[in-house]
């Protein structure tokens, strides 16, 4: 594995619920560059929450706390 979660679990049902929210209203109502926007920041939401991993997390440091006895992740 290449990265290392930094999305609990908690949070990652909430982004993928908020990605799917975000992508239905995109479909359903707004048009244009409007929805075109809302649809793309609702692949990026719903990605971080399914892979458990987000890229603006990491930049700012964040990480779990899911250090196991023997010192390994």
């Known amino acids: 594995m290449f990265y290392v979660k930094n ?4 949070e990652r049902v909430l ?4 990605g799917l929210l975000a992508a239905a209203i995109a479909w359903l ?3 244009g560059m ?7 920041s609702a692949g990026g939401i719903a990605a ?3 892979f458990g991993f987000c890229p ?3 930049m700012f440091g ?3 706390d899911k250090v196991k006895k023997n010192g390994t992740l």
Do not use: D, N, Q, Y
Request: aromatic share 0%; proline share 0%; charged share 10%.
């Open 7 to 10: 999305v609990t679990s908690g």
């Open 15 to 18: 982004r993928v619920a908020a």
């Open 29 to 31: 109502g707004v048009g």
């Open 34 to 40: 409007a929805g075109a926007l809302l649809a793309a």
């Open 48 to 50: 971080t929450g399914l």
């Open 56 to 58: 603006m997390c990491a």
């Open 62 to 64: 964040r990480r779990l």
